[in-house]
């Protein structure tokens, strides 16, 4: 047998299972890239930061030549089979009730990117279910309440940010279950169906962007010109490049000992009939994030009546997860959503799936300039659809040295801290984990 590749030698691997594009109709993928080739830019990875990067890059440039290399198809990647919301404000470790600059800078980054899939969305009719529906932040115990949906309302009131508090009926009557205690809602997050749009962004880029599918870049040189090599000895120059390529840019070597890869799992089931739909009672088209990020559980319950369900987090150093975490996760996922909907009884989860990001220590990005002519915009710390897409934008805008006002603001993040070497690491990761379970294992 084959000795196991290290994560460095790793290419993408997601399956077919993602339920958001098995429910969209049928899609020929672009070719892959001819033998050889050469253009101005090469930007690797289709996803957010990608296709952001290259419509930037592409507007900036309008007689230059840009290819966007994905070595999977568009809608596979994290990119097409994360949950869904495009998150306007502090989220995850963005929060700091202390430094309400720093959630003015989170917020300022997050709309922009939003702004921009507001307008591509509007402007090219992508049809994604978009909605301007908002976000619930929901706990399930009074204690977690307390504490967590208490220090967000703090911070909102800091950041003179809207919100409402939902309880009891007030709550139940908008989302159906009665599983949850409170509630804050933000009006800010978009909903979506991320690989309807993500095949929307990359049927609408600009004609100087060339998208090549299956198209996986093996190594990557840098000298005068940059130069990608691809299986078969295919080689693509440029002048510039930008990666783009979020958990697997350790592949060049970028990054080494900053990123923390991990894997989400999410079900989506099949739509409620009307009959399911009336004893669910409530509204349709509502998100909800846990008030506890690591140990509870996002949902969705979509405009075609579909429930979305977002359970799980590992650490995944490999970058890739075992078939017995699979079924473990998908077991959970059954148990969970059957507490939550008990009215709901024969509605099955007809779609479960993992998906690999990239987090960093202190929250940072890996983002700017790595040498003369590379640079990067990867690292999405869970946030992608708004940050990657603002991230993109702004590292072509960077590239091109325009001087854009945000560019500030995207610096000021600053760079992922060192990490402990391995085991250590994942000693370290794991205990964190397991503690962050234990102590929210009232919102599961
Ligand atoms: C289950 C799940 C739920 C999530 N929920 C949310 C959510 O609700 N909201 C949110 O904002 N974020 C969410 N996320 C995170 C979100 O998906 C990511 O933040 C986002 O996709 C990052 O965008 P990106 O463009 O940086 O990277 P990706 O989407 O990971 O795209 C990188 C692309 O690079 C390609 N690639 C990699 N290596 C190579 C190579 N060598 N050559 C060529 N191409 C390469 C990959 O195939 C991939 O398509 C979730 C993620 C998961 C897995």
Not at 17 to 45: C, E, M, Q, Y
Not at 385 to 404: R, Y
Not at 420 to 433: E, I, K, N
Request: charged share 20%; net charge positive.
């Amino acid at each position: 047998m084959n000795a196991p590749l290290s994560p460095e030698k790793l290419l993408p691997a997601d399956d077919k299972t993602n339920g958001w594009s098995a429910i969209l109709p049928k899609r020929l993928p672009r070719p892959s890239v001819p033998k050889s080739a050469s253009f101005d830019w090469l930007v690797i990875g289709a996803g957010y930061a990608g296709m952001s990067a290259a419509r930037r890059l592409a507007i900036l440039n309008p007689s230059q030549s840009i290819a966007l290399l994905e070595a999977q198809q568009v809608g596979e990647g994290a990119h097409g089979r994360n949950a869904g919301f495009a998150i306007d404000l502090p989220h995850n470790n963005d929060h700091d009730p202390a430094n309400t600059e720093k959630g003015h800078r989170h917020i300022r980054l997050s709309r922009y990117g939003i702004d921009c899939l507001d307008d591509l969305v509007s402007t090219h009719a992508i049809e994604c279910q978009w909605s301007r529906s908002g976000r619930y932040d929901c706990a399930v115990s009074p204690e977690i309440s307390r504490k967590l949906l208490g220090a967000t309302v703090a911070e909102l009131e800091a950041l003179g940010e809207p919100y409402q508090i939902f309880r009891g009926e007030a709550l139940h009557e908008r989302l159906g279950t009665r599983y949850y205690d409170s509630a804050i809602h933000t009006p800010g997050t978009r909903l979506l169906n991320p690989a309807a749009l993500s095949r929307g962004l990359a049927d609408t880029l600009p004609p100087n962007v060339k998208l090549f599918e299956n198209s996986p870049v093996l190594e990557l040189d840098s000298n005068s010109m940059v130069v990608a090599t691809l299986p078969g000895e295919v080689k693509v120059s440029a002048r510039k490049a930008v990666l783009t390529n979020n958990a697997f840019i350790s592949r060049f070597g970028c990054f080494k000992r900053q990123l923390l890869p991990f894997v989400l799992f999410a079900s989506l089931s099949r739509p409620l009939n009307p009959d399911e739909r009336k004893h669910l009672g409530g509204t349709n088209d509502w998100g909800i994030t846990p008030a506890h990020g690591i140990a509870g559980a996002t949902l969705r319950y979509t405009q075609d009546y579909r429930i979305l369900f977002r359970y799980g987090f590992q650490f995944a150093p490999s970058l890739r997860c075992s078939d017995s975490l699979r079924e473990r996760m998908k077991r959970s996922h059954e148990v969970l959503f059957r507490a939550r909907f008990p009215m709901l009884d024969r509605v099955t989860l007809d779609h479960f799936w993992a998906g690999y990001l990239s987090l960093s220590q202190n929250g940072a990005p890996g983002w700017g300039q790595l040498s003369n002519n590379v640079y990067a915009a990867v690292n999405c710390n869970g946030v992608g659809i708004a940050k990657q897409t603002t991230a993109g934008a702004l590292i072509a805008e960077f590239a091109c040295d325009t001087g854009h006002p945000l560019i500030g603001d995207m610096m000021a993040l600053g760079s992922p801290d060192m990490l402990p070497r391995r085991p250590f690491l994942d000693v370290g990761v794991r205990a964190y984990l397991a503690a962050q379970k234990w102590a929210g294992r009232s919102e599961k």
